[in-house]
């Protein structure tokens, strides 16, 4: 897949299913790794996009150039939206953390499946109940983990309305995506979105102040794991499983970052997470199964043979 017109996969295979595992696994690490580093998230935002940019866009250029040059102005400005909507989930969502509780951030950016569904419902895409379910489920889950702490301060709304905004700007961002990633190669298009992801947030580092310089040699060392980890272990496999399964498939498994990375945390810092974490995985998890399900059974129905 990656091709320009290649197809979609047909059914959701072993190794698909592997590969969404290893992006959540790999995004979950993000959290240990900038505990790690002890940077300004805004840092390693910014960081991690250029990093990774810095190893996928020559590689497009060279393997796929002609691809490249031959890309319409439709798809150069979708691959330069999708950039720029990865750059505001950014933006929007680290600077929510000032405001509100680290709770009620995470799990209002964690909405994203749900606005991926309304926003694919809208352009006319199909929702079976059994998705909306396993997204509910989900959304619950996260809810749980969070102990319902929306803060009530008008501060803390702001930083509420900061991280929906976050997860609205990430929706776009997969839905931007899935649909030129069934025309155009993985590397052409995380290429041009991350280098257009690390140009916006350049100058938002700019405005904001964020120091950019003077780390220690480790520290500048946490930020390659971060883009070959979370950035194209995590993202960048996830922006290929766009080219194979639905929107709202990918966005709902990452909605199980938190259970791995408390999994991870209790390995790396000995964080007991509590009963109401545990709980909240389990609907998480639950609400992962159920939505897969559906797109296995999606699929399945579009192969059955008309009689």
């Known amino acids: 897949m990656g091709a320009r017109g290649a197809p ?18 790999s995004v979950a690490f993000s959290s240990i790794l900038i505990r790690i580093a002890e940077a300004p998230a805004l840092a390693v935002a910014f960081y991690r996009n250029v990093a990774a940019a810095a190893v996928l866009l020559p590689i497009a250029l060279v393997r796929h150039g002609d691809e490249v040059r031959s890309l319409t102005r439709r798809e150069w400005g979708t691959a330069l939206l999708a950039g720029a909507l990865l750059a505001a989930h950014f933006a929007l969502w680290i600077p929510s953390l000032s405001y509100t509780s680290v709770a009620a951030s995470t799990v209002l950016v964690t909405t994203q499946p749900a606005w991926v569904a309304l926003i694919g419902r809208a352009l006319g895409e ?20 969070s102990g319902g702490d929306f803060g009530i301060s008008a501060r803390a709304a702001f930083g509420d309305l900061l991280a929906l905004g976050g997860a609205v700007a990430a929706a776009g961002y997969f839905l931007a995506g899935r649909r030129l990633r069934r025309r155009i190669s993985l590397t052409t298009y995380t290429g041009l979105a991350y280098s257009t992801t690390a140009v916006i947030l350049a100058g938002a580092v700019a405005v904001s102040g964020t120091p950019v310089a003077g780390f220690e040699p480790r520290v500048w060392g946490l930020f390659l794991l971060m883009a070959l980890g979370p950035q194209i272990g995590g993202h960048t496999v996830f922006n290929y499983l766009l080219g194979h399964l639905e929107a709202g498939t990918v966005a709902v498994a990452v909605t199980g970052e938190p259970v791995v990375a ?46």
């Open 8 to 25: 979609a996969a047909h059914r959701l295979s072993p190794r698909l299913l592997g590969l969404l595992a290893l992006g959540v696994v």
């Open 126 to 145: 199909r929702v079976s109940r059994r998705a909306l379910l396993g997204i509910g489920l989900a959304l619950g889950g996260a809810v749980l983990i």
């Open 262 to 307: 408390s999994l991870l945390a209790l390995a790396f810092f000995g964080e007991v997470p509590s009963l109401a974490a545990i709980a909240g995985g389990v609907l998480i998890l639950a609400g992962i199964a159920i939505t897969i399900s559906a797109e296995a059974r999606g699929r399945a129905a579009e192969l059955a043979p008309v009689e």
